[in-house]
């Protein structure tokens, strides 16, 4: 009877190790967020912005806290709900060490937007934040 038991306790302790190795691996592995160049966040964020795509749109964000997912899902929807297209984004005042991404396109009525973005840098890692860029 006892032994049965401790069998079960044992399956119980190895079950957990695993899942704690499981997880920890997949935080290992994912991706750092931002880009590993200015060229590559500016043109993965025209890609995020004219596609709609939060989950990439996500992952070039500097956004305080863990609610991230969350304003990335719903920019991209309101960019979606006004047909926004033709995007592009420049970079400056410096393209090699900008400061600010400026973000362009059309909305579906025709009408032109443009607005900046605080462009960040960390441990070789470029974001952008929806701060007011430094001049």
Do not use: C, N, Q
């Not at 909305?107 to 860029?133: C, I, M, N, Q």
Request: charged share 20%; proline share 8%.
């Amino acid at each position: 009877m006892h032994i049965r038991r401790d069998v079960k306790v044992g399956l119980s302790i190895a079950a957990a190790v695993v899942w704690i190795g499981a997880v920890t691996l997949l935080i290992v592995h994912e991706p750092d967020p931002g880009a590993a160049s200015p060229g590559e966040l500016r043109d993965k964020l025209a890609a995020a912005l004219t596609g709609h795509d939060a989950d990439a749109f996500a992952g070039l964000l500097d956004y305080p806290g863990s609610g991230g997912d969350d304003f990335a899902k719903d920019y991209v929807s309101v960019l979606a709900d006004r047909g926004a297209h033709d995007v592009r984004v420049e970079l400056g005042p410096d393209a090699g060490s900008p400061t600010r991404a400026t973000v362009s396109g059309a909305l579906g009525d025709g009408k032109p937007f443009s607005y900046p973005l605080a462009v960040t840098s960390e441990d070789g890692r470029w974001t952008v934040a929806f701060t007011p860029p430094l001049p």
